[in-house]
Nanobody
C-alpha cells in the first residue's frame, strides 16, 4: 500500500517562499504520476501542479509563474517550490500519486494521498 508524507508547510508573509516535500513509500515512485493539490477552507480540492512518468509538467495557471514542481526518483521525493506567495495561496497542501490518472489535475483520478501540510500566507 502506497504512503505519502508531506512536510515543509508553515506561516509566511506575502511575498515569501516555502518548499514542500513529499516522501513516498510502498510503490515504485518513478512509475507513477505525482501531483500537488490544495484545499482552502470551504472550497474543493484543486490541482496545483503534476509530473507524469515522462517528466512532463502540468501547472495550474494561477501559480504557473510562482510555483515549481520537481521530483527526485532516487529519493522517492516530490517537491513544490513556492515563491512570491499570496494570501490566496493559503490552504492545506496535499501530494498525490496514481499510476495513470486520466486528468493530471483532477483529484478524483488519484488513489494515493498524503495527510496534508498547512500553508498560511498573511498580508
Amino acid at each position: 500500500q502506497g504512503q505519502l508524507v508531506e512536510s515543509g508547510g508553515g506561516s509566511v508573509q506575502a511575498g515569501g517562499s516555502l518548499r514542500l516535500s513529499c516522501v513516498a513509500s510502498g510503490f515504485t515512485f518513478g512509475n507513477y504520476c505525482v501531483a500537488w493539490f490544495r484545499q482552502a477552507p470551504g472550497k474543493g480540492r484543486e490541482g496545483v501542479a503534476a509530473i507524469d512518468v515522462d517528466r512532463i509538467i502540468t501547472t495550474r495557471g494561477s501559480v504557473k509563474d510562482r510555483f515549481t514542481i520537481s521530483k527526485d526518483n532516487a529519493k522517492n521525493t516530490l517537491y513544490l517550490q513556492m515563491d512570491n506567495l499570496k494570501p490566496e495561496d493559503t490552504a492545506v497542501y496535499y501530494c498525490a500519486a496514481d499510476y495513470r490518472p486520466f486528468d493530471l489535475l483532477d483529484a478524483a483520478n488519484y488513489d494515493y494521498w498524503g495527510q496534508g501540510t498547512q500553508v498560511t500566507v498573511s498580508s
